[in-house]
């Protein structure tokens, strides 16, 4: 099959009867561990994958963006100059970013081109970040600015919590902006800092998606987000991640029992965050593995943001010898879950897994291996 790269590529030809100047691509994630705990300025380790959005555009003259969706058939385009909320939901996403640029103070250019993705939507794995990044890196194809990327994940954020309208935290746009091919991103939320950690030599990445698609989660995010500032204003700290274990042990008594639970998800999950680093960097597979398993336990009875299919789908890794630790990912409820798996058993894996789940559910889910790949590129075409 043709790469979506020459696919996005072959489409700006037949559309414009030219080459592309330039194709833009943002990729995915996956997270590995740390959920829920970007917006507690925390700790999270999730991976850029081989799956994103690619953009060919090419300059045009006036403040005018031009964009033809190929998975949608759909075409629509937007004024710099004076942008709406008024298109079809898609091309809010671009025109979010077009936004929160101008607000940075940066000086933009149209263009027009064709994009295309294979990031599946509602899935969990941040197809709508993978599309702020992409149209982040259009934009500065043709407008010429610096490409920072915590600051480009920043303006992503801004896009999707100010002008879309979701409030979500950091970790996606972050990860897609800044993601490494072979490794996984330690992101200090508070700071941006990251620090890349190999995937070890004998594991695999596999996601498990469900095929069950979140519904109404976004009142039950803002909720656990309300939720951990209340905690965090009991223990009279900016965050979640000023609480130390000891301090959560020694003052969380008089805590009601939903907060003290949403509490100690993120105050562990931190900790167990920080130590699957320490694993990775040491090469432990089974011990990165024990971690993201007690992640998912806490994600479930502690946070609670799992749901019966992604419970299922985990248990059905778990069942499997070669997996080495299975858990949701994302903000939960429906979606994906990620094991990591021995990688010379990964084929086995996959059969396995699928067979089960679709026993124990009667659905047909997506299993597959991921490779960890780099954060949002531009490539030049001609010119
Ligand atoms: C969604 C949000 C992220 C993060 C995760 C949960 O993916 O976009 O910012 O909060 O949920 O870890």
């Known amino acids: ?23 833009a691509r943002a990729p995915g994630r ?9 917006y507690n300025d ?4 999730p991976m850029a994958i081989d799956r994103g959005i690619w953009i060919a555009l090419r300059p045009r003259s006036g403040p005018v963006v031009q964009i033809h969706s190929l998975d949608l058939d759909s075409t629509a385009s937007f004024a710099l100059d004076s942008m709406r909320h008024e298109s079809a939901g898609w091309v809010e996403y671009l025109q979010g970013v077009a936004w929160a640029l101008q607000e940075a103070g940066h000086s ?9 993705g294979n990031v599946p939507r509602g899935a969990g794995l941040s197809s709508s970040a993978a599309l702020e990044l992409a149209t982040a ?19 992503g954020q801004k896009a999707e919590s100010q002008w879309v309208g979701v409030n979500c935290g950091i970790m996606d746009q972050m990860i897609s902006a800044a993601g490494e091919a072979d490794h996984a991103l330690l992101i200090d939320c508070r700071s941006l800092a990251t620090t890349s950690v190999p995937l070890p030599a004998d594991a695999a990445v596999v996601v498990l998606d469900t095929a069950t698609r979140r519904g109404l989660v976004d009142s039950a995010y803002n909720e656990r987000r309300a939720q951990c500032e209340a905690a965090a204003a009991y223990f009279g700290v ?13 003052k969380a008594g008089r805590l009601d029992d939903v907060t003290y639970r949403r509490a100690r998800h993120v105050i562990s999950e931190n900790a167990r965050t920080l130590a699957a680093a320490e ?9 990165l593995g024990r971690l993201m398993d007690d992640s998912h336990v806490s994600l479930r009875d502690d946070f609670e943001v799992s749901g019966p299919a992604l419970n299922h789908m985990v248990e059905c890794a778990w069942e499997e010898p070669s997996c080495y630790g299975a858990r949701m990912t994302g903000a939960g409820f429906a979606g994906c879950a990620v094991a ?21 559910t009667d659905r047909t889910p997506a299993v597959y291996l991921c490779r960890a790949s780099a954060g949002a590129s531009t490539v030049h075409e001609v010119g």
């Open 30 to 38: 996956v997270n590995l561990i740390g959920e829920h705990t970007d």
């Open 42 to 45: 925390g700790f999270v380790l």
């Open 340 to 360: 990591l798996v021995e990688a010379a058993s990964v084929e086995t894996f996959v059969a396995r897994v699928a067979a089960r789940y679709t026993a124990r």
């Open 137 to 155: 890196r259009a934009f500065q194809a043709v407008s010429g600015f610096p490409w920072d990327p915590p600051a480009m994940a920043l303006l």
């Open 1 to 23: 099959t043709m790469s979506l790269h020459s696919y996005v590529v072959q489409a700006f030809q037949d559309r414009f009867g030219q080459p592309p100047a330039f194709v």
């Open 279 to 287: 694993a990775m960097r040491a090469g432990d597979a089974v011990e």
């Open 238 to 250: 900016p965050a979640l991640r000023d609480v130390t274990g000891e301090r959560f042990a020694a």
């Open 108 to 116: 933009l250019s149209g263009w027009e081109g064709v994009m295309a």
